[in-house]
């Protein structure tokens, strides 16, 4: 997964976590009617069968479940006041989002 941050995403990012620690890409289902999977961003370890990537000097991993849903491209911004945006080639996936 091709994974692109933004300046603001970049600071803030590195502001939440400890250094070296990853985020966890996540994607997952919601069986919900009108939004069936749901993506965030956690602080996380590494599990058996993760992928992992380093961008901008940050630690990420991420699962099969999220290739499927996310694809090879995401975009991670951070607005101030509205929070993370995850963004991928065809479609804006969450907003107004906090690192849990």
């Known amino acids: 997964m091709n ?14 976590l400890e250094e070296g620690a990853p985020l966890r890409v996540v994607a997952f289902d919601t069986f919900e009617c009108s939004t069936m999977v749901d993506y965030k961003l956690m602080k996380d370890s590494k599990k058996e069968n993760d992928q992992m990537i380093e961008v901008e000097g940050i630690t990420f991993l991420y699962d099969q479940k999220a290739i499927e849903e996310i694809g090879d ?3 991670i911004d951070y607005i101030s006041n509205q929070g993370i945006k995850l963004t991928n080639k065809n479609q804006i996936l969450a907003y107004a989002r906090t690192i849990e």
């Open 73 to 75: 491209y995401l975009k």
């Open 3 to 16: 994974i692109i941050l933004t300046e603001d995403a970049k600071y803030f990012v590195k502001q939440q």
